[in-house]
Structure formats: C-alpha cells, structure tokens
C-alpha cells in the first residue's frame, strides 16, 4: 500500500502530463459523421467535462474509449501507452475504467461483497476470510472518499452512496493495472440536488488522487462546481475546449445547441386570481406524507420543492393514486377523487408523468403510437374495429407539436427514442387527454436541453389553455423557470410558499434545506 | 433498399419456407404415405386441437402471464361431457354448457388466486392444474367414461367440410375471434400493455386486474371449449390433456418469432403448430416411432425462446449502434428497417423476458 501512496504523490506531481489523449478521433457511420477529428485531452488530477445534446457524439466517443467502436481514424494514448481500438482487454489494461448510469450494483449483497466481487474475495482453502475481505473493503471506500459502512446493504444505500460504491470498485481495478482514467456517464442523472453535491465531493476527491476523470452530464449547473475543464461536442465536431469556471450557463446552451434559442415564456399564475381551485388537495397523508393541503387554480404552475425525503417524490404520486393514500381528500373542481386507483384520478381529469420513465411510465416494447393512446382508446373505437387511420392522424400530429424525433415513426417500439423524445411521448400521451390538472414528477430528467425547453414550453401552453400544472422536481432551477408558486415540503409537510418574484433559485434552495444549516443531507 | 425488404420477409415468414421445405422433403422420401390426403386430414384435425390450446395459452402469455392449467381444463372438460351424457344420460347441449362453465370456473379461480390473492400466475395455474387433475379423478371414478354415441356428438367435430374436418373451421374461427380481439379492440390493446409494463399501463389509468383476469378466464374457457371439441373428435381420455400443454407453449414461442417478431401473435401461433404438426407427421411417417413428437415439442419450445432471447440481443447491439449514430433533428435511415424484432429491454416484456423469468420453474412443470 505504502508503494502505491509513493506511486500516487509521483503522478500527481506529474500533473499536467495527459493521462488521456486522443487525437484526430473520427467515426462515421453510414448517413452520419458521429465523430469528427476530435482532440480530447484529460491530466492526471484533472475532473474534465463532456457536453453534448443527444446525438452529438459523446457516447460514440466514450464507447471508442471502451473498446466496442473502433474509429475510423485517430489515435489514443493512454499514460503514453496506446489504445488498441474495438478491444474492451486493451482499455481495461491500460487503466480505463467506466461507470455508467446502470451501476450494476447487486443491491441483495452487502458492500463487501459488492467491492470483493469483479477481482476476487480474499480466501484461504476456498472459504471467504471476512475481515481480510472487510479491511479491504474499508480501504476501497476509503480510498474514494465514501463513508459507508462495508457490511451495510446496498439496498440501503442512498444513490449517490451507491455511486459512491461503483466509484470505489472501479478504482480498485486488479493489483497489477492501476486506475489512470476513470469515464462517468452521466452519474447524477437520477440523484436529488443534495445528493449530487455528495457524489460531486466524491469526484473532487478521485481526481485528487491522481486520476484524470472524464466526465459526462447533460446537468449545466454542475459543471462549474466539480470540472476544472470542459469539452463540447456538437454533431461530432468539438465546437469548445475551455476551463469550466467562469462559463455562463448561457454561453453553454449556445454552444451545446449552436444557435441561441429562447427560454420558454413562464406562465402568468391564475388565469383569474380569485377563481376557484380546480385541485384542492386536504390532509393528504401517507407513508412519507404529513397532513398535506395544497390548493391550485387554472392558468397556474405550481412547483413542489424539498429535499429526498421531505415527502417531494411522493406527493403527487399519491395525489394520483400510483402510492398509497392513508387519509385525505383529493378534489377535482369540487368533485371528490375515489382513492381506490390510477383510473378514478383519470377519469377525474388528472394526469400524472411518472418520474421513472421506463419503469413506471411507458411500456417500452410497444408501439409509440399504442403508449400515446393507451390512456384513452374510446375514441378511435368504433366497433367493431379501432380506427387506425384516425390513430395513425393523432400521432403525426403530436409528433408535430412536441417536435419528437425521429419524424413519424410512430410505429417503432417506444424503447428505440432516446429519453428526451420518450418524455416528449409521455407528455403528449396525457395532453392528448385535455387533463384539467397535470401532475409531473421530474419532468426533465435525463433530458437533453432542447428537448426540456419543449417541454417547458408545452407545460406553459397547458397552464395558458386553463389546466392546473403541478411539477415536483429536484431540479431548483428548473421550478424557478417555469412555475408561477413553489411549495416547499419539509418531512412530509409544506413549510414555505414562494410566489412571484419570490420564485428564485436562492430562495427556493434555502427553504428546501430548512432555515438552520442541515448538516447531512443524504 | 429491395434487398432490405428481401431478408425482412425472410425473417418474418421464415417459418413458411421451413414448412415447404418439410413438406417436400418428406414428399420426396416418402411420397406414398406423406403425399396423401389422409395426411392433410390427419394433421388438419388433429393439430386443430393443438392450436387451439396454443391459442388458450396466448392470451395470457400476452398479459405477461402463464396459465399452466390449461392441459388440465382441457381434461376436465373431456371428462365431464362424456360422463354426463354417458353415465348420466344427459342430452348433449347441456352437457356441453355444463362442462364448458366448468372450464370458467376454474379460470375464475385463477382470476381470483391472480388478481386478489396476488399468487403469481404460474405458481396458481400450476396449483390449479393439480387440483382439477383430482376434481377430474373424482368425477370419473378413476375409469375412462364411454365415449357418447349419438350421431350429432360425431358430427359435432368429425364432419367434412371439403374433405377436412369442421374441427379445423373451427380452430379458424377461434383464431379470427382472438385476431380481431387482441389486435383491433381496446381490450388487446390493454392486455398487451399490461404485459409490456404493468405498473406504467396502471399508471396511464387503464383497470390492469381486470384485464390480467380476463385472459386467464379466455384461456380457461378456450380451454374449456377444446376439451369438448377433443371429447368428440378423439373420445374421451383419462391422461390426453397434460401432453397438450407443451406444445401449446411451444407454439405460442415459436409463433412469437414469426410475423411480429418479439410479439405473441395468433397467427404466428397456428402456422408454428403445423409446422410442428407436418414435421411431427413426416418423421413419424419415416421412422415409425411414437416418440418423435416429445422430443420435437420439446426441442421447439427450446429453439424457438433461445431464438427468442438470441434475436433481442442481436436487437439491443443494433439499437446501441443506431442511438450512437442518430443526430438530433435527423430522419435516421436505420430506424425504419430493424433488422432484429424489437422487443423488451428495461421496463419491458417480451417473450424472451417471460421465458427466462419462469424457466426453472419450466422445468419442475413437465416433471408434473
């Protein structure tokens, strides 16, 4: 161990030296360029940022640095030594390490058991040596900067405590191959805000070590906090190589999409201030909700804020009926919602974007064109058959107001649409409906930026035509840009009520996170 | 582009060019036997039944569930119609509706143990399965019932309509039914779903127990319905029913790679049982043994879910390379021609997820 300390100070003295280099990157495939001459450099101790709208290369580029692509032309080096392409051996050799989304954490096993996994339990005359296996353990987690406790469940763990532990194991690698580059892809796609500033510290901490991380978000926001430097691809070309601190955020989107494009209008907040609420929601309480009364009136976009656990992720499920409801009322313009199921709130007039879109919100071997009508099939039926040419109108024409990609194809099974265009379906399946109240948990998430603004815009347009929009997301930003009010939760409880120019990201932020400074937040 | 369009059809209709090419294979090595019409009868006849418990089984395969009593409600059914018209001296009509209600119930049961008790669906059918095997030993004394005699009870199933017995009519007619129900109704539509993605189909505010509960009472009923059509067309048998059950399956997996690729379909069903039906034949016909169709069942069944779970992986590679070349705002050729069925990766289910789900619990089955 004291070997590999020495060998760590020496690289990161070293620091400066790519640990990363490709040059000249190119890869096309047939109809497109995927990758264009792409230069990318990351250094030893360096956290480098990789930016880029859906399509734009950077998982072409990721999966040349993995071995399954092999590029059409350029070169890569890794710590001087070269890649050799389309070979998965050579990139784990040479000190490559990815985490992906899917963490491949068996969550029914303990941490140790996790770590011990890929490289081997420490044994002798084949049976496990636990504490060897634990003080190994404890070093792993150690070495990445994660305090959790190795004979804890992972399915326990928090996520970010989670990535925190595929971290831990990737930096592990064999005794023999050192870990010189590890690539996150888009780790904080599903984590809450505070989480992400946990697993962010974690990242710091890796890339202290002496290790140059390459790292992929569609989240601006955090690029300013964690990479030191950043890289932008668009269509393949790399259109920015710059230092991460100092970019404005708008800066950015004019250079992840290439052309300035508007934030989508916020809407007005009631259409008529006094008029009636048209959800009126009284003493909701579950599992993770406390006597929870909320109204909100047409025309308005209400936000629901909080930390996890502060009962935001459940809310408007539970309002919906997809969670348990234990005690409350949920009203629909006076009219009492049944509580016995999904179906009595869509025949109230509800509709509810789940925050899991492939396990809860789409049913990804279908048709897009059965996941868009699936909520209302009455009236293409006209028996003794359903209509497929009116079916086949619906569809081309959501596909042309939500601008969902690729074009008509409608008749492709939904799991073939990157995210953003599968939350564009989902969105259009319920507006399709005319919903008098839209409940949406974290409607942008795991979406590219365009892709966001649209929905943004039609959530707007929704409030504009007289529904009710409530959206419950982690993302502070993203309820300061379009909500009207934002309700803050706090242990199942609304504390705070922002509204007007008291809609702010600062303001927000704190409420969420109590007055008192909370210490830990996971 | 034609050359594309070429392999798609190879794909989705290969099993027509596996069933011409039995069909002249066995017409060349044994012409005078296998070039006959009573083969076309034979095999029309007899796999109708076959078909029609495939059908059975298809449509809660569809919903994302099994019904394992599907051999036994066939039983039951067989049993019963004779014995009320044989030992009891029922007129035929009621005894057919009696033995037929039977068969609802029974997928009521299932409905209920399913749906409220929220028993998964292969552990209820398989305990079910067990319990009509007793209710049938009770209900004929543990002796095979005479067959019925009456000349309509013949007719019922053995009458010739262009040379091929109405028992083939029907299976079409079961097939047009199901056709139009599973693929032109609401309740297709939600049935299919409910098995792509349970929790999303609830979600999108659709009653999914009630559909789930559906298909196990059509696959009881149809069930049900083909144990008279069997009773009749056969006489009735003490142990026939379980040996459907195999086939049933491998018919409705073997379908599931045929027309819509990655999807349970009818169609596919029935052209995969006579396929399996001629090939069965043939080799029978050759070899003059009785074990050929065992070990062809099983062979298919194991065939057709591997190919299954083969051609979604191939799927999944092509689905990687096609996202990681699709640029925003760009028609992408690929998307339209997949040379793979599109079937179920995360959050949803196709046949090769269903078939890997259960396969241990496969295989305890066949040993009951």
Redesign the interface.
Known sequence: MAGRELAETARAVKSGIPLLAARGLTKA????V?LDRVDLDVSAGEVHALLG????GK??LI?VLSGY?VPDAGSVEIDGQPLEFGSSVSSYDLGCRFIHQDLALVETMTVRDNLMLGAGFPSRLATVRDRAAEREARQMLARAGVAVNPKQFVSALSPAQRTGVAVARALRGDVSVETKVLVMDEPTATLPEAEVTHLLEIIRAVARGGVGVLYVTHRLDEVGRVADNLTVLR?GVKVADAAARGMAREDLVRLLVGSDFEEPPRATGPLIPSSEPLLSVDGLTSESLDRVSLEARPGEVVGIAGITGSGREALLGTI?G?LPRFDGRVTVSGREVHRD???A???AGIG?L?ADR?????????PVR?NL??????PL?KA???RRTREDAECRRWFEQLSI???D?FN??L??F?GGNQQKVLLA?WLRLEPRVLLLDEPTQGV?V?SKAEIHRQLTATAHQGAAVLIASSDVDELAAVCTRVVVLHEGHPTAELQGDRVRVDLISREAHGSEPTGRTT | MKLRRLNLGMDRFSGFYLWAAMIVLFGIWVPDTFLTTSTVQSVASQQAITAMTGLAVLVPLLAGQFDLSVGAVVNLTTIIVACLQTRSGWAMWPAIGVAVLSGVAVGVVNAFIVVRLKVSSFIATLGMATVVTAVISIVSGQSQPLPPSSAAWNNLTQTQIFGIQVVFYYLVALALILW?LLD???AG??I??VG??P?????????TNRWVALSLIVSATVSGVVGIFYSSLDGPSLTFGPTLLLPAFAAAFLGSTQFRP??FNVWGTVVAVYILGTGIQGMELVTGVQWISDLFNGIALIVAVAFAVWRQNAAEAT?T????????????????N?PGG?????????PADIAARDASAAAAETHA
């Open positions: 495939f047939p109809g497109t995927a709208e859906n399509g734009s998982s072409t999966k692509h269509d919906f997809a199921g999904a179906w709130a869509v025949s509810y789940p492939k396990s809860n919100g789409g049913v990804m071997n279908l059965e009508t699936l909520a209302r099939l009455r039926w003794p058959f359903l990609r690729p074009k194809r492709e099974t799991e073939r990157s399946k590219d365009a | 139009w032109h109704t609401p539509r939600y299919s779903a792509g993605n929790e999303a189909t609830r979600l999108s505010g659709v009653r990655g999807r689905r390379r096609n996202n990681a070349r699709r640029r925003p705002g760009s028609r992408d050729s690929q998307q339209a997949p599109g079937d179920a990766s995360d959050g949803g289910v196709g």
